[in-house]
């Protein structure tokens, strides 16, 4: 199954629009790991199991693997994830983007190595530089559009032709760069009016929508703004706020809490 049909599915079967986020702190674990040679996976597995009946995906961010120097863990992840969860898929938040023949490596990085069922693209150096990963009709592109930090308009809001290029972005990607219906965009839920806009550009292609909890976006907002006509649409991914919910023993129960709780927020105003 394509990663846009497993997420479909996902949303459906499961009822929920929540994508839980995989970013490894240890100095957040909780005090049992401390001396675990493997917390990172450890960790991040029981994280998973506690979630996973809440998410509609799983998205774990590669910088905090990579800096851990826990490549190995995050490989074993996806894999525990595609064992024990079948039918969610993984998103692999990388944010690639290079020359067409070093984006073919990025492109075997995140599918061939690690196995993900999609991962994060960056769009700045235009359409060769993501065709590797566009080519790739089962995996799924997720495309910075608007992103969720506070100095996303520094370049995202730069006007061209009249436009914010955010807008460009969405426009080619959803009407040139879509052709296996494999795309999706990056739309922070920090910025309600501008996912208000990029869905009227797009129709129906996915937000994946950083930028609840932690970061602090209104989640009415989001869903009021973002969702597609069927009420989903939507991948909105906490990661600090479901993984590190408490830090005392009852870190799993606390994550299994703070997902549900997003997935009943996001439900509400779907
Ligand atoms: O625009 C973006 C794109 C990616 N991210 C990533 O999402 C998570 C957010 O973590 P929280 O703890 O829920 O704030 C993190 O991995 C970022 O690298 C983003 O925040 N905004």
Redesign the pocket.
Known sequence: MSFMQSLRQRWHSADTLVCV?L?PEPAKFPARFAADGDAVFAFNRDIIDATAEYACAFKP?IAHFAALRAEDALTRLIEYVHAKHPGIPVIL?SKRGDIGSTAQHYVSEAFDRYGADAVTANPYLGRDSVQPFLDRADRGVVVLCR???PGAGDLQDLLVDGRPLYQHVAEKVARDWNGNGNCSL?V?ATWPSQLREVRAIVGDVPFLV??V???GGDVEAVVGNAKTADGTGLMV?????ILYASAGEDYAQAAAIAAKSLRDQINRYR
Do not use: E, H, K, L
Not at 237 to 241: C, E, L, M, P, Q
């Open positions: 986020g970013d961010q938040d992103t969720s930090n990056v922070g950083p930028g909890g932690a970061q991914s906490s990661s600090r706020a």
